[in-house]
């Protein structure tokens, strides 16, 4: 049953902590199958962001399956929650002003929606980028053997397997990580915030005692 005896206080706007910070606060939503390099990818722009001296936080199943989702399965109805909670979570850390990063395969596009409108009713930025993998190559990396598990019947509910993935049909990036190399990706979605005004934009041949 929701709370009934809540009241919301008013505090800071966020064009004012954006002025504040000196940076722009988004959500970045990874989204793709098992295997695709989301996470790999995710990892190497947080690393870069915060290199260039940006606040930027990256949410995955390590740091939320584990703890606050720790009481999820893998259930239509379960999934959906898990996902209610990560882009919650987003939307705060991204009205801070940080970079968030969330790398999940969300596999329903009505989910995301979900994320996105949430994130669109305040105002904040919110990337969709699909890390397209054909599920041959997919099933050829997988590193924790989820697949071949999945193929035996040991795991249940496993996307693109025994359960659905719903391709994005809008998502403002793709990388087909079959192709595109993880630099090249960070490289592709660092030029969109750019574009977008998300980052400022830096000469090629800068670069900050961090990276050097």
Known sequence: MAATNITWHPSLKHPERSALRGQKGCTLWFTG???????????????????????AYRLDGDNIRFGLNK????????????????????????????????????????????ARDLHKACSISFIEIYIQIPI???????????????????????????????????AEIV????????EEAVAQIVAYMEEKGLLEKRNPGMISEAEA
């Open 71 to 114: 009481d999820l399965g893998f259930s239509d109805k379960d999934r959906g929650e898990n996902i209610r909670r990560i882009a919650e979570v987003a939307l705060l850390f991204a009205d801070s002003c940080t970079i968030t990063l969330t790398s999940f395969i969300s596999p329903y596009r009505e989910d995301r929606r979900k």
């Open 136 to 170: 041959s190559m997919a099933e050829q990396r997988d590193p924790k053997g989820l697949y071949a598990k999945a193929r035996k019947g040991e795991i249940k509910d496993f996307t693109g397997v025994n359960a659905p993935y719903e391709e994005p049909e809008k």
């Open 33 to 55: 199958l098992s295997a695709s390099g989301k996470s790999t990818i995710a990892t190497a722009l947080e690393q870069h962001l915060l290199h260039r001296g940006l606040a």
């Open 175 to 182: 990388v087909n990580s079959g192709e595109t190399g993880v």
